[in-house]
Every structure is written in structure tokens, then in C-alpha cells.
């Protein structure tokens, strides 16, 4: 059986191999030339690390969910704006869906890459997700703008799923270099 941890070769399980004199005799073989990975290198994999977590749709959950990528992101210098895409997508799934009735819930995926993947699954039943852009000359809303906020932070932005079954808002962000988009962009965010 071979180990699973990517194209680095080294594994936290020893390589098992069957040799053509072992199969006759049904035994199999450990390969102990291949060496164990540090706790770092096990961490640090080329592999993306992937969060999947399932929140209330209460209200107070948003903030949950904000600190609970935040958390994840600490250190990456785009802490701040994944907390605003997941507090932006979690509001709108608790506030527009059925997440946000009786016994609602949202589902947040999130994963720590170059390019970092941010999703909010809600239970439908509300309208599509759609960004709304500011008309020329036209005051700031005091919502509706939350799907704008994300797609600037974002480098790309989607939607997939119905009212009937439920959608799920994506966002990617890149974490590459000191290239954040936030920081080269004029967000106003009205509160």
C-alpha cells in the first residue's frame, strides 16, 4: 500500500511492497529505505489543507464562523479578509435561506492554499446570489453589498446549487506573496 502524502515520497506509513517470491507465499514486505517525515514536513505538505464545518443558522453563528477562519488563516496576512468573505457569505446564507429558520444551518469549507478556496453552503429557499454593482452617481447602500466586498477581495467568485437544494457562494483568495488584492483596491465598507 502506498502512502498518500503527495509527490514529497515520504509518508508516516513504511512503503508495503509485495515481491514475486513473497506473493507466492502470501506475504508482504516493508520497504523501511523510505524515511519518516517531520512533524513540518507532514504540516507543510504540498497538500492543501482542507476545513469542513457545519454552524447554527443563528445570527451569533456568523461570528463563529468569522473567528473560526480567522483563526485558521492567522499568520497568512489575509486573516482580516478571509474573516470578511466567510462573515459576508455566512450573513447572507443565515439572513436569505432557509439556514437561517428554525433548525437552519450553514456549512463553511475552507482551504489554506496559495490560491485559498472559501465556501458557504446554505439550505436554499431563498433567491439566487447575485452581486449587486452601485449604479453611477448612486449613495452606498446599507446592504446588498456584500457579494461586491467579496468579489474584490476575491481573485474569482461563484455560485453553484438551486433555491430547491440549496447553493453554495464560493470565493478564491490568493495568499501568494505580498500581492493581496485588498490592498490594492478602494473597498468602502459601510456598516
Known amino acids: 500500500m502506498e502512502s498518500r502524502r503527495g509527490s514529497r515520497g515520504k509518508g508516516l506509513e513504511p512503503r508495503v511492497s509485495t515481491s514475486t517470491e513473497s506473493r507466492q507465499k502470501g506475504q508482504e514486505v516493508v520497504d ?13 505538505s504540498s497538500e492543501p489543507m482542507r476545513w469542513r464545518r457545519v454552524f447554527s443558522g443563528c445570527v451569533d453563528q456568523v461570528q463563529a464562523a468569522r473567528g473560526f477562519a480567522s483563526y485558521l488563516f492567522a499568520g497568512t496576512g489575509r486573516e482580516d479578509d478571509v474573516a470578511i468573505v466567510v462573515a459576508e457569505l455566512a450573513t447572507n446564507a443565515v439572513r436569505h435561506s432557509k439556514s437561517g429558520e428554525g433548525h437552519g444551518w450553514f456549512g463553511l469549507e475552507l482551504t489554506l492554499a496559495e490560491v485559498s478556496y472559501i465556501a458557504v453552503t446554505d439550505q436554499g429557499g431563498g433567491r439566487i446570489p447575485t452581486v449587486q454593482f452601485p449604479q453611477p452617481g448612486e449613495e452606498p447602500a446599507m446592504g ?6 467579496v468579489s ?11 433555491p430547491r437544494v440549496g447553493h453554495t457562494v464560493w470565493a478564491d483568495v490568493e495568499l ?14 459601510v456598516v
Open 144 to 149: 446588498g453589498r456584500g457579494l461586491l466586498l
Open 152 to 162: 474584490e477581495l476575491a481573485i474569482a467568485t461563484g455560485i453553484y446549487g438551486s
Open 176 to 189: 501568494r506573496g505580498n500581492n493581496a488584492g485588498s490592498r490594492n483596491r478602494s473597498v468602502t465598507l
Open 32 to 44: 523501511r529505505s523510505r524515511e519518516l517525515c517531520s512533524a513540518g514536513e507532514w504540516l507543510w
